[in-house]
């Protein structure tokens, strides 16, 4: 699984002191994870796609001073910079589609403590220092740009310079998202490759193959797929290449709640191990059905998730027998449809109620499902072609609860 991979490196002696190639990660300008005459996949695979590779002329002096430190810092002309870069804002989001998060992160730093302790690496008390602590100290290092390559662990701060800001026993994963939480969400990473490209250690067309596994979004039907795969690509474009989306129909798949559920326990008694999340609607058959899951021992690469309860569902009008009354659809009538902007929902300037369809006995509930669907689903499409803005916050949402899945 993408989100419990760990990355392992020895720090390598400054440039030059070998007569190797060198890939380097600067965050800021701050160089971490030096490695000789290779690179990391890994480290492409949890921060960039494709499309953030970068080939540019750049001066040797504006490398050096930033990268290697500024007693070499007065090499004349220009190298051929090859690498990655991305914001720092979008390398968080997607280290939090790798299942981490801020929380996380200082829960999993408690345990790497203790991991610390018992090795014996240190000569200090490691478990006397906090989170809040350790990220101080990472926000004072980058700003100063202290860096050196000696052996030191005398002190916290000299072994996190030495230990590419990190600890014994912390998931890189977790170091990499602390790092960059000191960070502002402007600054730019850089994953410098030009040494091991331009030298013959890595070759180009092997690092942009980036065979990636994607995250598997499964749902009820094809037009769920539609509506969040478009909304990603409207709001989140530098995620879409961490998941794929179930294709209903070139292998006409069968569409239903109750077919998601007879996937899922296909999935888990093959026990497959590729990150899959079920995503259910917010209704009262996607609810009943997804309770029948609960008797299955999922596995922890299979997330199983139902539509988020929506503000504007609390007091949305319904038709039933009684007439015309407003209601909290949460839970009982809230198909993807209800998430595609309140202006989707209005024909002839009136939302579209919701019909009571049918009597669920087992939950002894009402199912429902919004008025005249073609007509909002088609109204969706027509905006989304247009390129126009409009109301996405609610498949916001959806998104979100996505992206966190395996945040746990």
Known sequence: MLFLYTLSYIPDLIFKINMGSYSQLTVAGYPIYSLKNTYDPLLVFLLFQKNDYVTERKKWSDRNQVVWGKEISES????????????????????????????????????????????????????????????????????????????????????????????????DVDRLYSILSCLPEGEMIEYDLSDVINNGWVNEDVILQMDRERILVLTEGRTDVEFISSALKRLYPHLVDFYHFIDFDEFKVESSASALVKLITAFTAAKVNHPVIALFDNDTTGIMEMKRLQNIKLNNNVKVMRLPDIGFAKKYPTRGATGIKNMNINGLACGIEM????????????????????????????????????????????KIKSGEDFDLSNLDLVLKMIFSAFQN
């Not at 801020?102 to 000569?123: D, H, M, P, T, V």
């Open 339 to 382: 998430y595609l902007g309140a202006n989707i929902l209005e024909k002839d300037g009136k939302l579209l109620p919701v019909l009571w369809k049918s009597y669920n006995d087992h939950e002894d509930k009402y199912q429902g499902e919004i008025s005249d669907k073609k007509h909002v689903q088609d109204t969706f499409r027509k």
């Open 76 to 171: 004349k002309g220009t190298f051929m910079f090859r690498g990655f870069r991305q914001s720092v804002k979008v390398c968080k989001e997607r280290l939090e589609i790798a299942g981490t998060n801020l929380k996380i992160a200082k829960r999993n730093f408690r345990s790497a403590k203790k991991i610390a302790k018992s090795e014996g690496f240190y000569s200090f008390n490691i478990t006397k220092v906090t989170f809040e602590e350790y990220l101080s100290e990472i926000a004072d290092i980058l700003e100063k740009k202290e860096k050196f390559y000696d052996m030191l662990y005398q002190n916290f701060r000299e072994s996190l310079i030495v230990d590419d800001l990190g600890i014994i026993g912390q998931q």
